[in-house]
Nanobody, 120 residues
Framework: QVQLQESGPGLVKPSQTLSLTCTVS??????????WSWIRQPPGKGLEWMGV???????YYIPSLKSRTSISRDTSKNQFSLQLSSLTPEDTAVYYC????????????WGQGTQVTVSS
């Protein structure tokens, strides 16, 4: 059974950089069957896909966030991380990490989500 767990600060100040980590257990982030995404949901809004890191370490980001977003990984810890810079209150959201099956593009496992509030 694959499990994903997000970790990071719950409150950050505007203009700062958010750093979140997703720890994966029960599966390897280097397997080619899956890719690993960050997805967020602002209050009262729908899910917003932010970016992905693939089994080979390549990344892709949604264009609207590309200049502020970086996804990296630590294969020795089976973790992948999100950095989002120049935060504004509009970045307040529940942030999720998720595993996606490459062939079907289905997100089959999700973390429980972590609330991030951007406020001074």
């Amino acid at each position: 059974q694959v499990q994903l767990q997000e970790s990071g600060p719950g409150l950050v100040k505007p203009s700062q950089t958010l750093s979140l980590t997703c720890t994966v257990s029960g599966g390897s982030i280097t397997t080619s069957y899956y890719s690993w995404s960050w997805i967020r949901q602002p209050p009262g809004k729908g899910l917003e896909w932010m970016g992905v890191i693939r089994y080979d370490g390549s990344t892709y980001y949604i264009p609207s966030l590309k200049s502020r977003t970086s996804i990296s990984r630590d294969t020795s810890k089976n973790q992948f991380s999100l950095q989002l810079s120049s935060l504004t209150p509009e970045d307040t959201a529940v942030y999720y990490c998720a595993q996606q099956v490459v062939t079907t593009r289905v997100y089959d496992y999700w973390g429980q989500g972590t609330q991030v509030t951007v406020s001074s």
